[in-house]
């Protein structure tokens, strides 16, 4: 059985699940999940948990209920506090999805419903994005507001998926379908809504050992994430450097045997 716990002591805004490998993280404000400086002490450490557990090897995100993935930043509670407090409270979502960006495990955000604003830049931070079929729309919607995607949406959607599309999405505010974003490469895949979950479960699990090297994964992402930062030569020694933490592995040293004696590789994560 796995472990369900909440983040902190505090009202359980986030809740964490642990199970073979896999880290649930759901938003848990429903019914438009969204989130508040609590909510993101909570996602925080819920983050940190997951990235110090050696048993956990792909996170997952997930919004409670039916309806969203997350609205982004509760405005009532925007609204109602001084322009220094919104600069911290920004400052301190930017900590945390940098945090979640480069978390050297794979990150994956089911988007099982409406993802908006401030719930498509948590999402931006993930490495993948699978969509639950016909389950509501995605945008970054802050121009009506006054405001601008204050919490890397301008640059995460612009590195995703190109300057000019990126700017336009985010100048007209429009939000769109799944299907949608899929054909311009800011969803990975749309899977069907009816079993969403079992299959995001079944996505994520091709990345666990035995049967893939999670060390190996998790030093992909870094060298990609850390690497398209870095100006070239840079980034080929980023490379070369994990390249030489991998060779030092168990894993690798199982994958190369099991190649030479033609068998499947067993990992172990080491």
């Known amino acids: 059985m796995g472990t369900t716990t909440t983040a902190t002591s505090g009202g359980a805004l986030i809740h964490y699940t642990a199970d073979q490998g896999l880290a649930w993280i759901e938003i848990n404000d429903p019914p438009a ?11 925080d450490a819920a983050i940190l948990k997951a990235r110090m557990d050696d048993s956990v090897h792909v996170l997952i995100l997930r919004g409670a209920g039916e ?10 509670m925007l609204a109602s506090v001084t322009p220094e407090f919104k600069y911290y409270f920004c400052l301190h979502a930017n900590e945390t999805l940098n945090r979640l960006e480069q978390t050297p495990k794979l990150v994956i955000a089911a988007l099982n ?5 401030g719930g498509l830049e948590i999402a931006l931070a993930a490495d993948l994005r699978l969509a ?40 007209t505010g429009r939000t769109f379908s799944f299907e ?4 311009i490469g800011l969803v990975n895949q749309v899977l069907d ?8 479960t079944a996505y994520a699990k091709q990345f666990l050992p035995p049967q893939k090297a999670a060390r190996a994964v998790g030093r992909i992402k870094r060298a990609v994430c850390s690497g398209l ?20 592995s168990e894993d690798a040293h199982e994958g190369l045997t099991a190649y030479i004696e033609k068998r499947s590789p067993k990992f172990k994560a080491k």
């Open 229 to 248: 930062e870095m100006p070239f030569a840079e980034g080929l020694a980023l490379e070369r450097e994990l390249q030489q933490h991998l060779f030092q």
């Open 113 to 117: 419903g409406h993802t908006v604003g």
């Open 132 to 171: 639950r079929r016909d389950a509501g729309k995605i945008g970054l919607p802050e121009v009506a507001l006054g405001v601008l995607p204050g919490t890397g949406g301008t640059q995460r959607l612009a590195r995703l998926v190109g300057k000019s599309r990126a700017l336009e999405l985010m100048a």
């Open 33 to 43: 999940n969204t989130y508040t400086y609590e909510m993101m002490q909570q996602l």
């Open 193 to 200: 809504r009816d079993s969403f979950f079992e299959e995001v």
């Open 67 to 76: 309806k969203f993935f997350s609205a982004g930043a509760n405005i009532k």
């Open 180 to 183: 949608e974003a899929e054909e």
